[in-house]
C-alpha cells in the first residue's frame, strides 16, 4: 500500500492562460489525476469502487499557488492521503518542477462517500485499512 504516489504530467499549451502560466484551475485536474494513480495503486480503483456501488464525491478543495508552472514544463504531483473517516477521505498533494526543485502548490480535496443512488454512505472496511494517512511531508 502505497504512502504516497507520485505522477508526472507535461504542461499542454491548453492548460496556459493569455500571460502564458497554467490556469488555476487545471491544478485540480492534476490532483485528480494524481488521486486516481493513488488509489489505483492502493488496489482500490475508481473503476472498481464505481463497480461496487461507491462513488466518492470532491465536497473541499483548496490550493496554495507558491510559483507559476509554464507550458512544456514536466510537473511532478504527489498525492497521499491525510485523514481517512468511515465517510470520508482527506488527500494532500504537492506539485512541484523536478528540474530545480522549486515547489509550485500544494492543495487538498476531501471526498465523501456516496452510493450509487449519490445517498451518503460509508467507506468499505477493505477500502479504508488500504488508505493509510500519513503526516504531510510539506506544509499545505
Known amino acids: 500500500m502505497p504512502v504516497e504516489s507520485t505522477i508526472e504530467v507535461r504542461v ?5 492562460d493569455q500571460m502564458g502560466v497554467v490556469y488555476h484551475a487545471n491544478y485540480f ?7 486516481t494513480e493513488y488509489l489505483r495503486a492502493a488496489g ?4 472498481d469502487l464505481e463497480a ?7 465536497v473541499d478543495a483548496s490550493a496554495r499557488y507558491k510559483s507559476p508552472a509554464r507550458f512544456d514544463e514536466l510537473i ?11 465517510r470520508r477521505i482527506s488527500f494532500g498533494y504537492a506539485m512541484q518542477r523536478p528540474a530545480d526543485g522549486r515547489m509550485l502548490a ?31 511531508p510539506v506544509r499545505l
Open 76 to 86: 511532478a504531483v504527489r498525492c497521499w492521503v491525510r485523514e481517512v473517516e468511515s
Open 52 to 58: 461496487a456501488g461507491l462513488r466518492l464525491a470532491v
Open 106 to 136: 500544494t492543495a487538498q480535496t476531501t471526498l465523501i462517500a456516496l452510493d450509487s443512488h449519490h445517498a451518503l454512505s460509508t467507506i468499505p472496511p477493505g477500502v479504508r485499512a488500504r488508505l493509510v494517512p500519513t503526516p504531510d
Open 29 to 35: 485536474v492534476w490532483c485528480d489525476m494524481a488521486r
Open 12 to 16: 499542454r499549451y491548453a492548460e496556459t
Open 44 to 47: 482500490a480503483s475508481y473503476k
